[in-house]
């Protein structure tokens, strides 16, 4: 391929500053990520050892309208280019690693807010603009969108949408996928389309390009319903003598449908937010709404605590339910970059009542596969575990790899998903095909039928 005539043609597109092609320039994508934290970002690495720690694009274009993807995408079809869709390159999971080069299209500028509607209420938005900036514009009017997950400060709404990122709110909010309208999006061969609310007829295409991971098309503008910001909000927290408490408590709580619920986790002894040796095996909550309300049910909520002799945590650690890098990395920025041995483990969905056997069952898998167990966090949509392992070692990565699979085969028997918060990607192609049998087969022919050429993140899913 004669990418020197294809950045040409981009240039004329897009305009010189909007086409990169120098290597200092392609080195972000080049991982696929834009933060580089072990063991986070690069989950993909340790289940599939044997692949490069960089793929290069061949070029990165930064579109800001839908008509210039249109023409990115035509292009690419025509020439039988790879193309990967890139939001905020968190990348857990490998699904914005250029394998196959070709072009990138970061989307990132793509970041306009196009309408906030108080009567519906809703707000239309290109799907470049990251869940942060969404948010605090959303709540100069009164609003919020409820999502979320741990890469917030990055996250772009279309990434959380087309990996379907869950949220540390979204027991009360729900994800983005849940508060989903509308949108538009580019087809493989530059077709521009716009979807219908869940209210139309005919098949629901807003979940066809939700969990796609930029395999079917490229999402370019996205409607969402969004939430009135709650009067009073407030953090609480217990900590137990077991991990099996907390987990009953969690669940006790979850039955109960509480309104204010916003957040909700629970952490065995074994997490990395303990700065007290005396609170171990916690649960952290968020409740929010109309302070009446939340003053009746944290009466409730402590009593179903006490009830398993549950501790009030000091309110100064309650609030670390705020600070999801805490909860979820532990230490600086810099630490976290520089760490050799990581904590690396998947995030899981597995119906809460069997939430503590597969707690149990991976520490056993741990122990058989000679892997040093790190800690659990569980949330009213995922069990997110681990263990740790040093990146530099492949034998480590091969166990780890072993583990997961089998891991992965548990959670399918038990009606779970390996798969509970960030998608496929290259990580678990092989989960995929097993969780879904024959019905991954009709996902084949789907591809197939919208994306014949295969240009979209090849490599990705199937």
């Given at each position: 391929m004669d990418y020197?005539?294809?950045?040409?043609?981009?240039?004329?597109?897009?305009?010189?500053?909007?086409?990169l092609s120098k290597q200092h320039q392609l080195e972000e994508y080049s991982t696929g990520s834009s933060v580089h934290i072990f063991g986070l970002t690069d989950k993909w690495h340790y289940l599939h050892p044997n692949l490069k720690e960089k793929y290069w694009p061949d070029l990165v274009v930064l579109p800001e309208t839908t008509k210039h993807v249109s023409s990115i995408l035509k292009l690419a079809n025509k020439e039988h280019i790879p193309v990967i869709a890139w939001g905020g390159g968190s990348n857990t999971h490998g699904c914005t690693l250029p394998i196959s080069g070709g072009i990138v299209i970061d989307l990132r500028k793509m970041d306009k807010i196009i309408k906030i509607e108080k009567e519906t209420p809703s707000v239309t938005s290109q799907s470049g603009i990251s869940l942060l900036e969404?948010?605090?514009?959303?709540?100069?009017?009164?609003?919020?969108?409820?999502?979320?997950?741990?890469?917030?400060?990055?996250?772009?709404?279309?990434?959380?949408?087309?990996?379907?990122?869950?949220?540390?709110?979204?027991?009360?909010?729900?994800?983005?996928?849940?508060?989903?309208?509308?949108?538009?999006?580019?087809?493989?061969?530059?077709?521009?389309?716009?979807?219908?609310?869940?209210?139309?007829?005919?098949?629901?295409?807003?979940?066809l390009f939700a969990r796609s991971e930029g395999?079917?098309?490229?999402?370019?503008e996205i409607k969402i319903r969004v939430h009135p910001l709650p009067e009073f909000t407030t953090n609480i927290g217990f900590a137990f003598n077991t991990f099996k408490d907390a987990v009953e408590t969690h669940n006790a709580i979850l039955k109960k449908r509480f309104s204010t619920l916003g957040v909700l986790l629970a952490f065995d002894e074994k997490s990395q937010i303990y700065k007290n040796e005396n609170e171990k095996n916690i649960i952290l909550m968020?409740?929010?709404?109309?302070?009446d309300i939340v003053k009746i049910e944290q009466q409730h909520i402590t009593e179903i605590a006490s009830e398993r002799r549950g501790k009030n945590l000091p309110k100064e650690t309650a609030n670390v339910v705020q600070d999801?890098?805490?909860?979820?990395?532990?230490?600086?920025?810099?630490?976290a970059e520089k760490q050799i041995t990581a904590k690396i483990g998947p995030h899981v969905w597995i119906p809460i009542n069997k939430i503590y056997e597969a707690y149990n069952?991976?520490?056993?898998?741990?122990?058989?596969?000679?892997?040093?167990?790190?800690?659990?966090?569980?949330?009213?949509?995922?069990?997110?575990?681990?263990?740790k392992v040093d990146r530099q070692s492949i034998d480590e990565k091969k166990r780890y790899g072993s583990l997961t699979r089998e891991y992965s085969a548990y959670l399918i028997k038990n009606g779970g998903s390996i798969m509970g918060a960030h998608g496929c990607g290259l990580a678990f192609k092989n989960e995929l095909k097993a969780e879904y049998g024959e019905g991954f087969h009709l996902m084949e022919k789907i591809k197939e039928a919208i994306d014949p050429k295969g240009i979209m993140n090849p490599g990705k899913i199937f």
């Open positions: 020197t005539k294809i950045y040409q043609i981009c240039v004329t597109l897009l305009g010189s500053d909007r086409v969404l948010q605090q514009e959303l709540m100069d009017k009164g609003f919020c969108h409820g999502s979320n997950p741990g890469s917030t400060p990055w996250a772009t709404l279309g990434g959380s949408l087309c990996c379907d990122a869950h949220s540390l709110a979204g027991f009360k909010y729900g994800t983005t996928l849940d508060n989903l309208i509308g949108l538009e999006a580019v087809m493989p061969n530059g077709e521009i389309i716009k979807t219908k609310s869940r209210y139309s007829g005919g098949y629901n295409l807003n979940n395999t079917l098309g490229i999402v370019t968020t409740l929010e709404g109309y302070q999801w890098w805490t909860m979820l990395v532990g230490m600086s920025y810099e630490s069952t991976y520490k056993k898998l741990a122990s058989k596969h000679r892997l040093s167990y790190a800690g659990a966090m569980c949330t009213p949509t995922r069990l997110s575990i681990g263990v």
